[in-house]
Nanobody, 126 residues
Framework: VQLQASGGGLVQAGGSLRLSCAASGRTVSGSSLGWFRQAPGKDREFVAAVRWSDGTIRYADAVKGRFTVSKDNALNTGYLQMNNLQPEDTADYYC????????????????????WGQGTQVTVSS
């Protein structure tokens, strides 16, 4: 599975961005697409995830109500709509895919995702 992330950029606080993650290669039914972010000097952290087959979704508490994850199965593409961005959202954002169906409780750990896209940088100015 190959993943290609795009859509990052520079935005003022309160602004919006939409990230895309295009998947190619063999995708496994029931697998999940996750979004993570990593700020300088910090560990990579879970942002959101969606299961391809049934649309089950989870969010990190820090982004609930501001970020929306979605998918287009026909295009094999996932999206992360980010609204009301704040300076603390500044980070490199990564999309990742699980190798098979994973229980939701496992979605939060980067080590459970064997496939990763390149990061796309999001910078939010105050």
């Amino acid at each position: 599975v190959q993943l290609q992330a795009s859509g990052g950029g520079l935005v003022q606080a309160g602004g919006s961005l939409r990230l895309s993650c295009a998947a190619s290669g063999r995708t496994v039914s029931g697998s999940s697409l996750g979004w993570f972010r990593q700020a300088p000097g910090k560990d990579r952290e879970f942002v959101a995830a969606v299961r391809w087959s049934d649309g089950t979704i989870r969010y990190a508490d820090a982004v609930k109500g501001r970020f929306t994850v979605s998918k287009d199965n026909a295009l094999n593409t996932g999206y992360l709509q980010m609204n009301n961005l704040q300076p603390e959202d500044t980070a490199d954002y990564y999309c990742a895919a699980t190798a098979n169906r994973l229980v939701v409780t496992g979605w939060y750990e980067p080590r459970n995702y064997p496939y990763w896209g390149q990061g796309t940088q999001v910078t939010v100015s105050s």
